[in-house]
């Protein structure tokens, strides 16, 4: 009986080092491609890698720096299904007090981005509601080619 707890034991303690070793590789595969989206993937810094499952995949979530940063430094959100090769990168920047006609498209494409994020489980529910809230608010006071 003992050989058999035993076993049972060893089992599920290998189990679980081939599942943090199996973590570690997407976090490692999620990194390189997030890397690979910089001018210089060298010097892009991480943080807080996480991985959990949706829907059958790994998904990685996680913060991106491309230099160096202080610890307040500005951090990227970002989000990486395994086997994929675009990882969704949310930029962070808060939404400014006026946007420029030119800009209108940057900050809706990345509004987007956090609505991925929200649906991978990279950030809490409603974030995206509450950014998006804010970014209306903005683009319904800015003026187009001089009116309002």
Not at 35 to 52: E, G, I, S
């Amino acid at each position: 009986m003992k050989r058999v707890i035993i076993l049972g034991v060893s089992l599920c303690l290998c189990s679980g080092v081939a599942h943090a070793a199996n973590g570690s590789a997407v976090i490692t595969e999620a990194e390189r491609h997030v890397a690979a989206t910089l001018p210089d993937p060298h010097a892009a810094t991480f943080r807080n890698a996480t991985v959990h499952a949706m829907d059958g995949a790994a998904v990685v979530c996680g913060e991106m720096a491309e230099h160096n940063p202080p610890a307040d430094g500005v951090y990227k959100k970002f989000g990486y299904v395994q086997g994929q090769d675009d990882p969704v990168i949310f930029s962070g920047r808060p939404v400014p007090a006026k946007i420029q006609f030119n800009e209108v498209n940057s900050w809706l494409n990345d509004s987007i981005k956090l609505e991925d994020l929200e649906e991978m489980g990279c950030v809490p529910k409603g974030t995206y509601h509450h950014y998006n809230e804010q970014l209306n608010q903005v683009m319904a006071q800015r003026s187009q080619f001089g009116v309002n």
